[in-house]
């Protein structure tokens, strides 16, 4: 695999907790090829959300760089980096968060509403991105009127639909049963092996990072080698 | 707009909540149309014009202002006396003496009372404001009106709101028991009517009616003259064609020797007015400062409550929509949009629709202050009303805007345990 495009160094979280300061990311580094699909485990509360919405460009960290590809993306004004979001990364999330009032399409189009592309480029891309995720035949579908796996799959579409570098993605299959998982867990791997994109998804399941690469584990806000099994099952 | 349609959705999502929200915006903005069509209707009565000025000549110490009849003919002259003084034309000048009376004297109501204009049936249309500028057809249909007066003395012209008080139908007759003229009850026939609108609930004379029968009155009544006799001429209308003009004719008019006993005075119709309106002026303060601001409040806060509502039910989405790369004074333009299309786009709706109702069903709306009794909606107060209620739907979505323009995205997604 080549160089890296996402790069960690030594990134600290604090959050205040009332009159706490609660460090959550404590010096963490960590660096991910283009191409891998890594998947983070870790018990709940180990940090696993708070490090991805910093790769992602969601949050900023305290103390510490992200970069990702040319871009040191902790530096970027708030502006600058939701424009940045919108080309460079696609977010999927544990419960699909798709706008209830709109159509499995116009869910996908939201993204590109945000890009300088004219309706037929728009249409085409929506279309292609659908299609990749097998829902060609559910553009004017509602969320309500979907099946979790189906909606799961509209959320990868739109994560999809801008042809971003970084896909992340946060326990996707944590809400599905296991055969929608299985399905959604092939179609990620699907999309990194035809689209060479880089994915780095936070999990829970075992056989989910079975799938990934490469597992890094997440302990109280530092990366360890082994897995704290007693946590991972609690 | 690409966000529109998004926008729009989100209007249509709770449609229950937007449309309680537009019906109260609307009714809201119905109150503020009509409340600015008042006040902006009294503003143009008492503002000065330039041009083609209208003064009134009345008693100069008391109101009810009474002159005798005998100051008409020179009064409605503009009082010349030299040869380079202001001399003003025939067509120029109206007299009002007011007549008032019941129907039914034993049983006097509201409804059967009947307050009438007596004056030269001819200065109807080139005196009287709104009935000196009628479009053609009306025009037309009107002056055969004035014709019947003219020839048939006993002829009365009524607005069409005032024949359905007293329950009569135009060329029926009516008896009038005078009030201010005892024992003057004059007999009439209804004529035609006033053109719809400002007049609706006036009615005028030949002043000749009533000027004969105050002259006979003597010959029933031991050679007496009527007590009134002294002050049967309320006002004279004198059109000028410039505050120049008026200044010559209001110093002719004050210091003329013929008016001493009682003195006159000459105004302006806007100071005249004005002055009238003094006794309306907290009524009219109130409307304008405490009415009008109060209810761009309320709406401020109607507004304010439902995008307020909306917007925090919606918070994970707007967090979702910042994941996706809306930077946040887009999300501030989609909340901010969500409230004009809701304030925006109802008051609009609702001023044209006041207007419509108001002007063209009903024919103006009844509310009698001062000598008006109908208004029209304007078409300023239409506008103003529409930009007034826009600017607070602005104003009441910045907040929920604001707060969704912070929505924090590792707030709403973290399980902060
Ligand atoms: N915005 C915030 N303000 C305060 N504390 C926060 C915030 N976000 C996260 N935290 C805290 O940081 C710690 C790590 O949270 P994070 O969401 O990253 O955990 P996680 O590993 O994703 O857990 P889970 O597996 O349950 O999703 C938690 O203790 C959480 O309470
Ligand atoms: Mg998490």
């Known amino acids: ?234 | 707009m690409k966000f529109l349609k998004l926008i729009f959705k989100n209007v249509r999502r709770n449609l229950l909540r937007s449309a309680l929200t537009a019906a109260g915006t609307m009714v809201l903005v119905f109150v503020v149309t009509l409340v600015l069509s008042i006040l902006s209707f009294l503003d143009q009565a008492t503002s000065e014009k330039a041009q083609n000025l209208k003064t009134i000549v009345t008693e100069r110490w008391q109101i009810p202002s009474r002159m005798p009849f005998a100051y008409a003919q020179s009064l409605a002259e503009g009082a010349p006396r030299d040869p380079g003084d202001v001399r003003v034309p025939a067509a120029d000048s109206m007299t009002w003496q007011f007549y008032g009376g019941t129907l039914d004297p034993k049983n006097r109501t509201p409804e059967n009372n009947l307050f009438a204009i007596a004056m030269e049936p001819e200065k109807l249309m080139t005196m009287m404001d709104d009935l000196d500028s009628l479009e053609p057809d009306k025009a037309a249909a009107f002056s055969q009106v004035v014709a019947k007066l003219k020839a048939n003395k006993q002829g009365l012209v009524l607005g069409k709101e005032r024949l359905r008080q007293i329950q009569k139908k135009v060329g029926e007759r009516i008896k009038i028991f005078s009030v201010n003229y005892r024992d003057i009850d004059l007999e009439f026939e209804i004529v035609g009517l006033f053109p719809d609108g400002r007049y609706d609930s006036s009615a005028a004379f030949n002043r000749q009616y009533l000027n004969d029968a105050l002259d006979t009155y003597p010959a029933t009544h031991g050679g007496k003259p009527h007590p009134m006799m002294k002050g049967t001429l309320n006002l004279v209308w004198l059109r000028v064609p410039d505050r120049d003009a008026f200044q010559k004719v209001r110093t002719q008019v004050e210091s003329s020797p013929l008016y001493s006993n009682p003195a006159v005075k000459c105004e302006t119709a806007a100071s005249g007015i004005s002055t009238f309106m003094e006794a309306y002026r907290d009524l009219i303060f109130g409307m304008r400062y405490l009415l009008s601001p109060a209810i761009i409040v309320v709406l401020c806060l109607v507004i304010a409550n439902a995008i307020g509502i909306s917007v925090r039910e919606r918070r994970t989405e707007l967090a979702v929509l910042k994941v996706l790369g809306f930077s946040p004074w887009q999300l501030m333009i989609l909340v901010l949009g969500e409230a004009l299309l809701l304030g925006g786009g109802t008051s609009l709706l609702s001023a044209l629709g006041t207007q419509f109702v108001i002007n063209d069903l009903m024919g103006g709306l009844k509310f009698p202050i001062a000598f008006f009794s109908t208004f029209m909606v304007s078409t300023d107060a239409v506008v103003w009303g529409i930009a007034f209620s826009t600017g607070a739907a602005f104003l009441g979505s910045i907040l929920p805007a604001l707060s969704a323009r912070n929505v924090k995205v590792s707030e709403v997604f973290s399980k902060v345990a």
């Open chain 1, 1 to 234: 695999m080549s160089s890296p495009i996402v790069r960690v160094i030594d990134v600290h979280k604090y959050f205040q907790r009332g009159s706490e300061r609660v460090e959550v990311l404590k010096g963490l580094t960590l660096d991910v090829p283009q191409g891998e699909f890594l998947a983070l485990m870790g018990p709940s509360g180990s940090g696993k959300t708070t490090l991805l919405n910093l790769i992602a460009g969601l949050d900023r960290p305290s103390e510490g760089e992200v970069w990702v590809g040319p871009e040191c993306i902790s530096a970027l004004s708030e502006t600058r980096l939701a424009a940045w979001r919108t080309r460079s990364v696609g977010f999927v999330f544990q419960f699909y968060h798709l706008i209830p009032v709109l159509t499995a399409y116009e869910n996908v189009e939201l993204p590109l509403l945000l890009l300088p592309l004219s309706a037929a480029q728009r249409r085409q891309q929506v279309l292609t991105a659908l299609d990749l995720v097998g829902l060609s035949d559910r553009l004017t579908h509602r969320p309500g009127q979907l099946s979790g796996g189906q909606q799961q799959r509209v959320g990868i579409a739109r994560a999809i639909v801008t042809d971003p570098t970084l896909i992340v993605a946060d326990e996707p299959t944590g809400d599905l049963d296991s055969r929608s998982a299985q399905e959604i867990l092939a179609l990620l791997v699907e999309l990194r092996e035809s689209l060479n994109k880089t994915i780095i998804m936070v999990t829970h399941d075992p056989r989910a990072a079975a799938r990934a690469h490469r597992t890094q584990h997440l302990d109280k806000g530092v990366l360890v080698d082994a897995p704290s099994m007693s946590h991972d099952f609690e």
